[in-house]
């Protein structure tokens, strides 16, 4: 099947600094990335989607300043958390989407999840 | 709005038991109905789908129906294993808003031998 991969799968980093986090499918095109935050017992939060060549689309509420996407390629996304603080501490996820083998499928595959902890 | 709500977790049952895991929703237009699976340390995986109303997904021993009349699509397995221990999320899925899903809020299943 379709693997999407993430790196790193965790990182501590001190407040006010930037940290990077790639997203890769690794056997297959991605012509869709998306970005979630999932916290602690909670939902999985759609922060953006971004296509590749062109600007992402934040949701309602996520700062594009604060976290910024580039989707370079069709294989790869990545999302870097900028000045980061504690409260951007969470759990990041990335899912990617290859085109549809039929109208109306979804072949959307996500990433392991990297945890952020910022101190 | 778009939502869904899933059945408070943890979850925990006797191997074999019967595993019902509600999900309600709350969508304008018409969603296909998606449930995804979260091993420990791993990435979320499609374990059934359903595209219209009264369609039932299946896989692995699991099936939900999709009902319109009752905005549902509860998870159910008839005898479930220590290996589905897990966290499980609803989700809605639109094709025509580019491919968003929209997740429940995730509910864990914890099976003991």
């Known amino acids: 099947g379709a693997v999407v991969s993430q790196h790193p799968s965790w990182v501590i980093c001190k407040s006010g600094t930037s940290v990077k986090i790639e997203c890769r499918s690794l056997d297959f095109q991605a012509t869709t990335m998306f970005w979630y935050r999932q916290f602690p017992k909670q939902s999985l939060m759609l922060m953006a989607t971004?296509?590749?060549?062109?600007?992402?689309?934040?949701e309602q509420g996520v700062e594009k300043d604060k976290f910024l996407i580039n989707h370079a390629s069709l294989t790869l996304s990545t999302l870097t958390v900028t000045s980061a603080h504690p409260e951007d501490s969470s759990f990041y996820i990335c899912s990617a989407r290859r085109r549809p083998l039929k109208t109306g499928g979804n072949e959307q595959f996500f990433g392991p999840g990297t945890r952020l902890t910022v101190l | 709005g778009n939502s869904v709500t899933q059945m408070e977790g943890p979850v925990t049952l006797s191997e074999e038991a019967f595993l019902t895991i509600n999900c309600t929703y709350t969508?304008?237009?018409?969603?296909?109905l998606f449930w995804y699976v979260q091993y420990p340390g791993e990435g979320l995986q499609l374990l059934l789908k359903?595209?219209?109303?009264?369609d039932k997904g299946s896989n692995k021993g699991f099936e939900a129906t999709y009902r319109k009349e009752t905005t549902s699509f509860h998870l159910e397995k008839g005898s479930v294993q220590v290996s589905d221990s897990a966290v499980y999320f609803c989700a809605l899925y639109f094709y025509n808003q580019g491919g968003k899903l929209i997740f429940g809020q995730g509910t864990e299943l914890s099976v003991k031998p």
């Open positions: 359903a595209t219209k109303a009264d």
């Open positions: 969508a304008t237009g018409y969603p296909s």
């Open positions: 971004s296509n590749e060549g062109s600007k992402a689309t934040y």
